[in-house]
Structures are given as structure tokens and as C-alpha cells.
């Protein structure tokens, strides 16, 4: 039977409605079956359309033109502070209402003349069971313009690789043969007459229960087997690798990729339950990505100069375009760069220490500020420090006299592999921050308890720190006493929070933005930096001890008593203003240009722009939060 013919306005609701998300992801008979049953209202500047008073929700909103505020509590939007949120064109509300069946728990009111298609209650939901993309949308939101975004990036980066494997497979998509193993007794001439009939590079030892307990690789028979001059009637345990490294498969091919290159791994067995499942080998992950990650890594280990790091650092930012090209999410890609970056600063140590010894200090290369947070990306300098023990009859001083020049030498080699020097000083080369672990606890309690300007500041520098190179249980000392002492003083928490809240998201009343010089946003300072400040506070208030901003959320959700949909909320927002800062710093290396963190919204296409302004909201509302709970 064919249908009705549709009249021009439904036709007209059509077409407006089709420019926006998630209409234009609906199939054709739901969204007429939505257009068909709106209303059109009006409402004049500063009119009341929503409001707690009101009940429980009686309509779904999508405006047509004018802009809407939300306002928190009963104070009118008079000022910027007061709107923590503004709507748009295209834009509907209010979406977790509707679907609790609950009244609305803000003010929405209309900053200009608003017109506003409605759908009543019963037909919302009613659509969120009959179209997917629609009740996809209204249930995550932000998530789902992430994914919508992702599609695009790929698009622009990756035509060359939509072929590839996923970086987001599970390892066991990528497995191609099932594991040969054999008993730890083995001889070894068994085992390598094994290995060459089945043209395999490893042999997996597994106990009775087909539990792995080792691996030896064609690698280890030189060193383990030729050199020392074995007999082969050797059994396979006295030259295997013990307790080898093990993902179970439903790993990410990411994860394993990340253990290869920070340990230097060859191959990463796949086990489940306890038993061996499969074995992934270096090859197997590279050969289908293309991306060289271990190879890079590879090569920073292997680096005996200079001259090879520096080439390094250059690889390092190639290898970021083609991951970005293959849609790697921006948290795992973050990880990789400051993954690699650690194993190319620690090149640089070792190469100092062998040729500068300092090897009877007991030291910690502390890394801070965003590298501490493993949230690097292409545009970073150098934030770094020194943590000393003072054995018995030495002091601090004539120590710090020998690790000055040994750490001038670092912070001037990492600066030649395209890391600049910090232009405030924030270097293991400054006397201020060579520190003994007991000068390190005296210099944050002062902070702790004096809370000057320049304490907040450095505060939310060095309270990021974590070991990067040397005596790990120096770091752990000082974090297990900054996780006892920051508590104590809510005096200084508030200050951080005052502090915190000076720097607000850069959401305009009059139009989408506040644009800033050169008609730029500062995706950093006004965009990360809200969540990052946010999530240090409430860490440091809760005692948690992880420094990345992510796991800093997800940490303090159930103590703050945080809706899991909220932190989600606030993690997607996160990393989408972290993937702009990616493409933009490969944009400007392309062109270029010098690394900046300020871009132009009006070169963002339509979805980026309406994802951005939904994760400023995210930082605001988060912000929100931290106000009330520090009565701000």
C-alpha cells in the first residue's frame, strides 16, 4: 500500500529536521512518523518554558530557531555564571527527564524569541523503542556525536587504510593458528626440530594443565643455547623465558601492542581461565597495522646516540598521524606518545649515567604536569623533577651538587629531540626541584598550609608526579604521604577550588563561544584543564593515588557518589577536546606551523563544533559540582 502523500509542511519539518543529530541518522518512516506528530510553540525572550515547579515532563523540545538557557536552582540567567547551559538550533531538551519520567531539575528559559518543535511524552518514548539511532542518541548523548565524529576523522586521515585491522580488535580476531606448546622437560632438540617443521618463531611451555609457565624464542638461541655451547639433550626449562607475559583474548590488539613496546616484548600469549589460548608475535600485530609502533620502540632501546633519539622523536609524531589515521581512540593514542616518550627519556638517562655515572645515588626522575598524567600529545615541554635518598653521612646539598650538571645534560638532550625547554623552570636541573624525599615533603607541606598564589600553582604541576626512571619506591613514598596530608587541610582543597573555577569553559550567551585572540579557543587551557583541575582536587580530597585525569574520574565516582552516566559524560568530553588537540597539532605540523593549542571554531565543521559545545557543558556542569561541594 502506498503512502499518503506528504504536505509541504511536514516536507519543510523534514528537511530542517534532517540537518541535525540524530535525524539525519533516523530511517525515513520514523523520522515522518516524528514530524507528523509535532507541534510548533513560541516563546517570547525571557519567557519560562521549562521549570521544576512544572512536574514531571509533558514534552520533548527540539528548537527552531532562537536560543535557550539552562539555569541552575532559581536565579535568573543575568549573568554568564548563572547559564550553565545554552542551546541552539537543531539542539533538544530535556533528554534525562524525559526518559526518568521525572520533572526537569533546571530552568530553561528562552534568551531570545524561541520557536520549538514538541512531541508529547508518551510519543518520545514510544520513539525511543521504534528508531535505534533516536533512542541511541537520548541515551549516550555526547558518546554517540563522538561516534558520529569518528567516522569523519577516518574518513579525512585513513583512505589509504580502511583495510586495516582495528587498533580496537580483540586479540583473538587477529590469532591466526592455534598455540604449539609443549612440557618444560622437552629436550631442546625436540623442541626446535618443533619450531622449524611448523615454521613458528616461539615454543610455549605449559604445565599439565596447559598452563603456561614459559617461552623460548628463535631469539634466545644464540644466546642461551649456541654461545654457551649446550647440548641439545637439554630440557626446554633451563633456557626458557619464565612466567611470560599474558593479556586474556578479549584484550585490545592496543593493549597488546602498548606491553610490546613499553617492556620490550616479543610476543604476548593469550590466556584464559589459566590455560594458553593463543600467542600473538610482534609480527602478527604490525604486520596488520602498519603503524611501526614497535618498531619505534625498538629503536629508541637500541639507540646508542644522540642523533638516533632525535630521529626517534620525529617517528614518534609520524606515528601519531597514521594511528589517528586508523581512528585510535585519543585516550589509548595519548597513552602511546606518552608511552614512547618515557622509553625515549629514559634512553637519554641511560646514555647520560653511562657516560656521567651517578649509579651510587639512589634517585627517581620524576615526571610532571601532563607527562606525569600520561596525557601527552605533540605540543609539550619539558615538566620534570629529581626525588634523592640521603644515605648516612652525606647530605642533601653535596648530592644535589652532582645531580645538577647530570640533569642539565638530560633537560638539554631532551630539548634537542623537539621537547623545549620549560620556561618557568619546572626542570630536574633547577636546584628547587632536586630535592631529597624529606626536602620533597617539607616543600608540599609549606604548600599544603601557606596556599600562596604560587603554591596553588605549582600544586597542580608537581601533585601529578609519578616515577618515569630510577628508585620507584621514592615516588611511592612521597605519594603515600601526600595522600595522607592533602586531606587534612580543606582550607587548601578550597583555594585549589577557588582557583579551579577562575578558569571557566569558554561558552558565550550571546553566541555559541567566547572567542578569544585571533578569534581562537584555547582547547587546552580553557578546555582540558577544567576536567583535569576538577578530577586533581577531588583526588587529592579522596586520598586516590592515580595522576591520569581518566582514572582520577573514574576513581572518585563512587565516593562522590557519581552517577555513572555523569563520569561517562565527563570522560567522552575529555577525550574529544584531546582528539581536537591531536588533529590540530598534526594540522600545524603539516602546515608547518608552530604547535599551538588554540584553534579557530569557525574551521571545525558543524558536528565538531556542536560536540565541543556539548563538552564545554560537561566541564561546566562538572565545575558546577565543584562549587557546590566547596561552596564557591
Request: with cysteine; charged share 20%; aromatic share 8%.
Amino acid at each position: 500500500m502506498a503512502s499518503a502523500p506528504l504536505n509541504s509542511l511536514i516536507t519543510a519539518t523534514l528537511d530542517h529536521l534532517r540537518g541535525f543529530a540524530p535525524f539525519d541518522q533516523m530511517v525515513h518512516d520514523d523520522l515522518i512518523w516524528l514530524a507528523q506528530r509535532l507541534t510548533l510553540g513560541y516563546y517570547a525572550k525571557g519567557e519560562m518554558i521549562l521549570s521544576p515547579d512544572q512536574g514531571v515532563v509533558q514534552h520533548f523540545f527540539i528548537i527552531k530557531q532562537g536560543v535557550v538557557q539552562g539555569e541552575q536552582g532559581v536565579v535568573s540567567a543575568q549573568t554568564e555564571e548563572a547559564a550553565w547551559l545554552e542551546l541552539h538550533e537543531g539542539e533538544c531538551f530535556p533528554l534525562g527527564a524525559l526518559l526518568s519520567k521525572r520533572p526537569v531539575s533546571s530552568l530553561y528559559r528562552a534568551y531570545e524569541d524561541v520557536f520549538c518543535y514538541e512531541l508529547s511524552a508518551e510519543d518520545f518514548l514510544t520513539l525511543t523503542h521504534q528508531s535505534p539511532a533516536f533512542h541511541d542518541f537520548c541515551t549516550r548523548r555526547i558518546a554517540n556525536l563522538l561516534e558520529q565524529s569518528k567516522h569523519i576523522i577516518q574518513a579525512k586521515y585513513a583512505k589509504s587504510t580502511s583495510e586495516q585491522q582495528s587498533m580496537s580488535s580483540q586479540l583473538s580476531t587477529i590469532m591466526r593458528r592455534e598455540p604449539i606448546a609443549c612440557a618444560p622437560d622437552t629436550p631442546l632438540r625436540q623442541v626446535l626440530e618443533s619450531m622449524q617443521q611448523n615454521s613458528i618463531g616461539s615454543m610455549v611451555a605449559v604445565d599439565e594443565q596447559r598452563r603456561p609457565v614459559g617461552i623460548f624464542t628463535l631469539h634466545d638461541v644464540l644466546s642461551r643455547v649456541t654461545l654457551p655451547g649446550l647440548s641439545l639433550d637439554t630440557p626446554l626449562s633451563s633456557v626458557m623465558s619464565p612466567n611470560p607475559f599474558t593479556l586474556p583474548p578479549h584484550a585490545l590488539v592496543h593493549e597488546a601492542a602498548l606491553t610490546m613496546a613499553k617492556h620490550g616484548f616479543r610476543h604476548i600469549l593469550m590466556v584464559e581461565n589459566g590455560r594458553l589460548k593463543g600467542l600473538v608475535s610482534e609480527k602478527d600485530l604490525f604486520s596488520l597495522q602498519r603503524v611501526g609502533l614497535r618498531q619505534v620502540s625498538s629503536a629508541i632501546r637500541n639507540a646508542d646516540k644522540l642523533e638516533a633519539l632525535q630521529q626517534s622523536a620525529l617517528d614518534i609524531r609520524q606515528l601519531a598521524h597514521n594511528m589517528l589515521a586508523q581512528g585510535i581512540a585519543a585516550e589509548q593514542l595519548t597513552q602511546i606518545i606518552s608511552t614512547l616518550n618515557d622509553l625515549l627519556t629514559r634512553r637519554i638517562i641511560e646514555l647520560e649515567m653511562r657516560d656521567n655515572a651517578v649509579e651510587d645515588i639512589e634517585f627517581c626522575w620524576l615526571a610532571l604536569g601532563s607527562e606525569g598524567r600520561i596525557e601527552q600529545t605533540l605540543n609539550t615541554d619539558q615538566d620534570n623533577g629529581i626525588i634523592f635518598s640521603v644515605p648516612a653521612g652525606l647530605s642533601a646539598e653535596e648530592l644535589r651538587g652532582r645531580l645538577l650538571p647530570f640533569s642539565l645534560r638530560i633537560n638539554n638532550a631532551l630539548a634537542e629531540c623537539g621537547f623545549p625547554l620549560c620556561n618557568g623552570g619546572v626542570m630536574a636541573s633547577n636546584p628547587k626541584w632536586c630535592l631529597s624525599l624529606d626536602e620533597w615533603k617539607g616543600t608540599f607541606d609549606n604548600w599544603i598550609y601557606h596556599g600562596a598564589p604560587m603554591d596553588l600553582l605549582h600544586a597542580t604541576i608537581f601533585f601529578d608526579f609519578r616515577s618515569l626512571f630510577g628508585a620507584e619506591h621514592l615516588a611511592e613514598a612521597l605519594r603515600d604521604w601526600l595522600s595522607i596530608e592533602a586531606p587534612k587541610n580543606t582550607r587548601f582543597l578550597h583555594q585549589l577550588a577557588i582557583n579551579a573555577l577562575k578558569n571557566r569553559p569558554p561558552l558565550g550567551i550571546v553566541r555559541d563561544f567566547v572567542i578569544g585572540e585571533g578569534h581562537t579557543l584555547d582547547l587546552k587551557m580553557n578546555g582540558i584543564t577544567p576536567f583535569v583541575d576538577a578530577a586533581r582536587i577531588y583526588s587529592l580530597a579522596h586520598g586516590v593515588a592515580a595522576t591520569n585525569t581518566l582514572e582520577r574520574l573514574r576513581d572518585i565516582a563512587q565516593p562522590l557518589n557519581m552517577r555513572p552516566q555523569d563520569v561517562k559524560a565527563y570522560c567522552d568530553a575529555f577525550l574529544f577536546i584531546q582528539l581536537l588537540r591531536l588533529r590540530l597539532h598534526h594540522e600545524q605540523t603539516e602546515r608547518n606551523e608552530p604547535l599551538t593549542n588554540k584553534v579557530d571554531p569557525d574551521s571545525l565543521n558543524n558536528l565538531d563544533q556542536r560536540i565541543l559545545k556539548e563538552a564545554f557543558r560537561q566541564a561546566r556542569k562538572l565545575q558546577t559540582k565543584l562549587g557546590l561541594d566547596y561552596q564557591v
